[in-house]
């Protein structure tokens, strides 16, 4: 066990998903897991493992924000030796054709800042997903009734914005949409050697101003855990 994560070695799966709610957490193993167990518990960050499909997969809440994402996926990567790591949750749209409900598949993550930054000094690295994974996710969310948008997203540490330029020009640039992890995952799982994927989905619109009600919002976030999950085992 670590400092955030009290589960033994043998507790946590190398495919973990990754949503920043711990109760999304317990919502996607009671839904998609069999034989779900609680593995974590420390400060309220839920973790379980099941199975899906005969495939062990472990599902560990993050946090919100890359500096919380950081601590989860470094422990999960360094101590428990986790080779698969999918980020899933919601996200904001910055394109006009993104609708509310879509799945965002994250190919790059820009970001103002990470903790890593400091490492690369002046050198803008540019965070990326796995392309196995990447192409996996695309093909089984093609098989779903809903939209699908494969591109470069956002990653923020605010929420609160008050910088309306950068969203100006993160949209004048082709970015789907933001959100508040995916560029210091991907980075990590670059460092150690191992597979990052980030799928969102779209939860409310920074154009349109649209908001999804939570009590619609389990479909769509259904549809994101099967795609991720199917990612994981055809990649």
């Known amino acids: 066990m670590t400092i955030h994560i009290g589960a033994n070695p043998e507790d946590v799966a190398d495919v973990v998903l990754m949503p920043g709610d711990p109760y999304r957490a317990k919502w996607a193993s009671e839904t998609f897991l069999t034989d779900a167990v609680c593995i974590n518990e420390v400060r309220g960050m839920l973790g379980f493992t099941g ?4 495939h062990r997969v472990t599902i560990q809440g993050s946090g919100m924000g890359m500096p919380s994402m950081s601590i989860y996926a470094n422990e999960l990567i360094r101590d428990f030796d986790v080779q698969t790591l999918i980020r899933i949750g919601s996200c904001g749209a910055m394109q006009p054709d993104i ?8 190919m790059t993550a820009t970001t103002y800042g990470t903790p890593s930054s400091s490492i690369f000094g002046d050198l803008n690295y540019a965070p990326c997903a796995d392309y196995n994974l990447l192409s996996a996710a695309v093909d089984a969310a093609k098989t779903l009734d809903v939209g699908v948008h494969v591109g470069g997203i956002y990653s923020s540490d605010t929420f609160y914005d008050e910088r309306p330029d950068l969203n100006e020009q993160m949209q004048r640039h082709g970015i789907l949409g933001v959100e508040m992890e995916a560029a210091e995952l991907y980075t990590l799982a670059a460092r150690y050697g191992r597979r990052a994927l980030g799928v969102m989905t779209v939860s409310d619109h920074l154009l349109t101003k649209e908001e999804l009600p939570s009590d619609q919002r389990e479909r ?10 199917k990612a994981a085992f055809a990649a």
């Open 99 to 106: 609708k509310l409900r879509d799945i965002i598949i994250a």
């Open 51 to 54: 199975t899906w499909n005969g």
């Open 220 to 229: 769509s976030f259904g549809d994101m855990v099967e795609v991720a999950l």
